[in-house]
């Protein structure tokens, strides 16, 4: 038996291979009540974000190429396992407790990752599929990522794919204040976005969502106006900045319903940030004259500034994961040995740690 994962991410696949890969919370619900009796191995959990697709697996030696051929057939293309990555023993560990401390993260040191762990975990923890090496192995890794968070500065600054779209705006049209805002979906990544522009103070947000409801709700916190997503779209004629966030199975702007916006606009220049995945906007929609779309994957020159100005305390996270995966390591070989050591949760001497973070 090992410990091994399996899959893609930011660092190894562009976005369109990625969004191929993605699970919604329904997808994975989904997945845990049909693959229940077809599944060869003895424990696992899938992480799907925006920026990665994982299996973690405790398995039978040689069992990793049923999850690589899991994805490729998710995927329904082939080439795709050559962006794959495997991790075993020790160094999915490390792997592991990177990923919860975010410092593997297109946005490094952003928090949304640690929840994100965290219900995946609970999720297929709940209906049976983790036993008790990944109920440690999982619970250690929020314990890791919660530990780095609090004993470096690696979550200051711009923490989400949210905040950092609204920075990228920022870097555009500079004072956002004299900007008509509108945000398509009010999710977590929307309402981080959402909340970030209201504190730039811009003109005028406007919140649209397929359910009115949580349009309102959001928009009530943020005292933006509130739409429906039809009346949302209609609304994107006099918007300066389009921010997309809505979970869909295909894109919600084809090329032809933007030029016919814009035509609409009287070709008035429009800033699309799409954070969606898979993307809420065609890409060929960057072709037209006084369109500018951005995705995900365009975010990673701020991620870049965001590790120059960490590069400090990404050193000391690291220490502090490699020695944590290390203790960690050390209880696992010991059960597997049949002389299992303690492992206990003890941050009175935190490794690497910068002490004006204690």
Same mark, same amino acid.
């Given at each position: 038996?090992?410990?091994?994962?399996?899959?893609?991410?930011?660092?190894?696949?562009?976005?369109?291979?990625?969004?191929?890969?993605?699970? %919604?919370?329904?997808?994975?619900?989904?997945?845990?009540?049909?693959?229940?009796?077809?599944?060869? +191995?003895?424990?696992?959990?899938? /992480?799907? *974000?925006?920026?990665? *697709?994982?299996? #973690?697996?405790?398995?039978?030696?040689?069992?990793?190429?049923?999850?690589? $051929?899991?994805?490729?057939?998710?995927?329904?293309?082939?080439?795709?396992?050559?962006?794959?990555?495997?991790?075993?023993?020790?160094?999915?560990?490390?792997?592991?407790?990177? +990923?919860?401390?975010?410092?593997?993260?297109?946005?490094? %040191?952003?928090?949304?990752?640690?929840?994100?762990?965290?219900?995946?975990?609970?999720?297929?923890?709940? =209906? %049976?599929? *983790?036993?008790?090496?990944?109920? +440690?192995?999982?619970?250690?890794?929020?314990?890791?990522?919660?530990?780095?968070? *609090?004993?470096?500065?690696?979550?200051?600054?711009?923490?989400?794919?949210?905040?950092?779209?609204?920075?990228?705006?920022?870097?555009?049209?500079?004072?956002?204040?004299?900007?008509?805002?509108?945000?398509? %979906?009010?999710?977590?990544?929307?309402?981080?976005?959402?909340?970030?522009?209201?504190?730039?103070?811009?003109?005028?947000?406007? @919140?649209?969502?397929?359910?009115?409801?949580?349009? $309102?709700?959001?928009? /009530?916190?943020?005292?933006?106006?509130?739409?429906?997503?039809?009346?949302?779209?209609?609304?994107?004629? =006099?918007?300066?900045?389009?921010?997309?966030?809505?979970?869909?199975?295909?894109?919600?702007?084809?090329?032809?319903?933007?030029?016919?916006?814009? &035509?609409?606009?009287?070709?008035? =220049?429009?800033?699309?940030?799409?954070?969606?995945?898979?993307?809420?906007?065609?890409?060929?929609?960057?072709?037209?004259?006084?369109? #500018?779309?951005?995705?995900?994957?365009?975010?990673?020159?701020?991620?870049?500034?965001?590790?120059? &100005?960490? =590069?400090?305390?990404?050193?000391?996270?690291?220490?502090?994961?490699?020695?944590?995966?290390?203790?960690?390591?050390?209880?696992?070989?010991? @059960?597997?040995?049949?002389?299992?050591?303690?492992?206990?949760?003890?941050?009175?001497?935190?490794?690497?740690?910068? $002490?004006?973070?204690?």
């Amino acid at each position: 038996m090992r410990l091994v994962v399996v899959g893609l991410s930011h660092h190894t696949a562009p976005l369109e291979l990625r969004e191929k890969l993605s699970f %919604g919370l329904l997808d994975l619900e989904k997945f845990i009540e049909s693959q229940k009796e077809k599944i060869p +191995v003895k424990e696992l959990m899938i /992480l799907s *974000t925006c920026n990665r *697709t994982e299996i #973690y697996i405790f398995a039978e030696e040689n069992l990793d190429s049923w999850a690589k $051929q899991f994805l490729i057939d998710r995927s329904q293309n082939q080439q795709i396992e050559k962006f794959f990555y495997l991790k075993q023993e020790e160094e999915m560990v490390i792997h592991l407790f990177n +990923v919860a401390s975010g410092l593997d993260s297109l946005v490094l %040191g952003e928090n949304e990752i640690l929840k994100q762990v965290k219900d995946s975990y609970h999720l297929f923890q709940k =209906s %049976g599929w *983790t036993g008790k090496l990944f109920n +440690v192995l999982f619970q250690r890794a929020l314990y890791v990522g919660k530990l780095v968070r *609090t004993h470096t500065g690696i979550s200051q600054g711009l923490l989400s794919s949210g905040s950092v779209a609204v920075s990228l705006a920022e870097k555009i049209f500079g004072d956002l204040r004299d900007s008509s805002v509108l945000i398509l %979906g009010a999710g977590k990544m929307a309402g981080i976005a959402a909340r970030y522009l209201a504190s730039k103070k811009v003109k005028k947000l406007f @919140v649209a969502n397929r359910t009115l409801e949580t349009a $309102q709700t959001l928009a /009530l916190e943020l005292h933006a106006q509130p739409l429906s997503l039809e009346e949302g779209l209609k609304r994107a004629e =006099s918007a300066d900045i389009l921010i997309t966030s809505l979970s869909l199975a295909e894109p919600l702007l084809s090329k032809k319903e933007v030029q016919d916006l814009m &035509k609409r606009r009287e070709n008035r =220049s429009l800033f699309i940030i799409d954070i969606g995945v898979p993307r809420n906007v065609d890409p060929s929609v960057h072709d037209l004259d006084n369109v #500018y779309l951005y995705n995900i994957d365009d975010l990673k020159s701020i991620v870049q500034e965001n590790i120059e &100005k960490r =590069s400090r305390e990404i050193e000391n996270a690291s220490i502090i994961v490699k020695e944590k995966a290390k203790e960690f390591f050390q209880w696992y070989v010991s @059960v597997k040995e049949g002389a299992e050591k303690s492992l206990k949760h003890n941050s009175s001497r935190i490794p690497g740690c910068n $002490q004006a973070h204690n």
